[in-house]
């Protein structure tokens, strides 16, 4: 039985959660002056992941820094969110 794609769907699911809600949060916080984090931990992963020896370290390392390059594209799109009202903004 092989379970890689298995392994592979779950850890997607699981990462898009987690980075929406950090995405959340980071917008809260910081505004979109976070997205060079996300784009600069992205480009790690995927360096990482070309030099992985496991095919499954490098499919999730590729997928998370792919998953983190998108964050950066959802960082300015929260800020229209809670511009419409859609989510709560800091207090200026």
């Excluded at 931990?41 to 999730?60: K, P, R």
Aim: net charge positive; hydrophobic share 55%.
């Amino acid at each position: 039985m092989n379970f890689f794609g298995l392994i592979i769907g779950t850890f997607v699911l699981l990462v898009t959660g987690l980075l929406h809600i950090l995405v959340v949060k980071a917008e809260y916080q910081w505004g979109t002056r976070s997205w060079p984090v996300f784009l600069l931990t992205g480009l790690i992963c995927i360096v990482l992941s070309l030099f992985a020896n496991s095919d499954l370290l490098s499919g999730i390392l590729g997928i998370t820094g792919i998953l983190l390059f998108w964050s950066v594209h959802e960082i300015f799109k929260q800020r229209e969110r809670v511009k419409k009202g859609w989510f709560p903004g800091k207090e200026a």
